[in-house]
């Protein structure tokens, strides 16, 4: 293995490290109920931009860490993740010409579906309640993708991932 390809492996890595302390990071209630989606927005971007380096298989262990660190059902988060990333990573060409609003809007639609898979699991399996604000960091999440899409696209470019 060439130093160059551990060299991308290890960036990848530590932003998804990074975007998963961002998903436990203490906050105000206030503000926690509108915590954008860290660790998908990292999954989303790594997959369209990499999709040969980052797959489905790494959104889903991304996923059982997310539930690791959160406590919740163990397989939630991880296959709501995998759902998600699969249009991301089957569309990646498609989604890379979008412009930033138009994946920003895509990004709600990706994040309020991955809440809403793990949303009906904890019904049906938790009973657990509806809450509107449950879907409020799908808004987050897509104010907050223009800066992850950038400050991303800076750290690809300067680590030369290709």
């Known amino acids: 293995m060439t130093s160059r390809l ?13 975007s998963l302390i961002f998903a436990v990071m203490p906050m105000t209630l206030t503000l926690a109920a509108w915590r954008p989606e860290w660790p998908l927005l990292a999954m989303i971007y790594w997959i369209i931009a990499l999709p040969h380096r980052v797959n489905i298989g790494y959104a889903f262990l991304v996923g059982l860490a997310v539930d690791i660190l959160l406590g919740s059902t163990l397989g939630f988060h991880a296959a709501a993740y995998a759902l998600v990333c699969y249009p991301a990573a089957r569309h990646y060409p498609r989604i890379r010409n979008f412009s930033l609003s138009q994946q920003a809007l895509l990004v709600v639609l990706l994040v309020f579906l991955a809440r809403a898979v793990v949303f009906v699991l904890e019904h049906y399996l938790n009973n657990a309640p509806f809450m509107l604000h449950y879907f409020w960091p799908a808004i987050s999440s897509a104010l907050f993708w223009p800066w992850v899409f950038l400050i991303f696209r800076k750290i690809r470019r300067r680590f030369q991932m290709t």
């Open 6 to 18: 551990m060299v991308q492996r290890v960036v990848i890595f530590s932003t998804v490290l990074l």
